[in-house]
C-alpha cells in the first residue's frame, strides 16, 4: 500500500534559522506531490506542488522543495523562517493512474513552532 | 470568489446514532472528496465523487457514505455511530479529477460522538 513518512513530528526553530522538514513516500510509479500547511484556526492550504520538469518547485511564502525520485523523496525547506510560519506542515501524493482520482495519501504532519 | 463551505461547524452525537454532514465546494469546481483527520490516524481518505458518482473510496466501513448532487455540493452520511468516529471531516474541491488539480479544503466539520 502507498504510504508517506514525515521524519519530524516536532520542530522547534528560532526565527531566521532554516527549516527542512522530511518526506519519503513508497509508490513505484508516477506521483504528484505536495506539501500542505495549516497555520492554527485555519484551512488546510496548498503551500507548493511538483508534477514534472524541475525538481526544485518554489512556494508560497519563500518555501521550496526538492524531489528526488531516486530517494523517493520530496522535503520542504526555507532558508530563513519567521515567527508567522508556525503551523502544521503535511505532505501528501497523489499516485497518478493517469489523472483518474484526486485522493493524497498524506503524512502524519509535522508541528513547526518558531520561537521570536 | 467563496471558499469551500461545510456545515454544521461541530456536531455532538451518542453511539448509535447517524450524521450527515454537508459541503460546498467552490463555484465551478466539480470534484468533491472527503477526508477524515483524527490525532491518531492524521488524514485519511474517504471518497471522491465527480459528476455525481463515487469515482474512489478509501478503507472505510460501509457505516461511511456519501453522495453528490447535480450542483455538485456534496453530503456524507455516517451510520451506527462509534466513538471512534469522532473526528474533524474534511472536504476538498477542484475543478477535475486531473491529480495535479490543487484541491481546496474547507474548515471541516467537528465531530464528537459521546
Known amino acids: 500500500a502507498q504510504s508517506v513518512s514525515q521524519h519530524n513530528h516536532h520542530v522547534i526553530l528560532s526565527e531566521a534559522a532554516s527549516l527542512e522538514l522530511g518526506c519519503n513516500y513508497s509508490y513505484g510509479g508516477t506521483v504528484n506531490l505536495f506539501w500542505y500547511v495549516q497555520y492554527p484556526g485555519q484551512h488546510l492550504q496548498l503551500l507548493l506542488k511538483?508534477?514534472?520538469?524541475?525538481?526544485l518547485v518554489k512556494g508560497i511564502k519563500g518555501f521550496e522543495a526538492e524531489f528526488i525520485k531516486s530517494k523517493f523523496s520530496f522535503n520542504l525547506r526555507k532558508p530563513s523562517v519567521q515567527w508567522s510560519d508556525t503551523a502544521e506542515y503535511f505532505c501528501a501524493v497523489n499516485a497518478d493512474y493517469g489523472g483518474a482520482t484526486n485522493k493524497l495519501i498524506f503524512g502524519t504532519g509535522t508541528l513547526l513552532a518558531v520561537q521570536p | 470568489k467563496a471558499g469551500v463551505t461545510q456545515t454544521p461547524r461541530y456536531l455532538i452525537k451518542t453511539r448509535g446514532q447517524q450524521v450527515t454532514l454537508s459541503c460546498s465546494p467552490i463555484?465551478?469546481?466539480?470534484?468533491v472528496s472527503w477526508y477524515q483527520q483524527t490525532p491518531g490516524q492524521g488524514l485519511q481518505f474517504l471518497f471522491e465523487?465527480?459528476?455525481?458518482?463515487?469515482?474512489n473510496k478509501g478503507n472505510f466501513p460501509g457505516r461511511f457514505s456519501g453522495r453528490q448532487f447535480s450542483n455538485s455540493r456534496s453530503e456524507m452520511n455516517v451510520s451506527t455511530l462509534e466513538l471512534g468516529d469522532s473526528a474533524l471531516y474534511l472536504c476538498a474541491s477542484s475543478l477535475g479529477l486531473a491529480g495535479k488539480n490543487e484541491q481546496f479544503f474547507g474548515p471541516g466539520t467537528r465531530l464528537t460522538v459521546l
Open positions: 511538483y508534477f514534472s520538469g524541475d525538481p
Open positions: 465523487y465527480f459528476s455525481e458518482t463515487q469515482r
Open positions: 463555484s465551478g469546481h466539480r470534484s
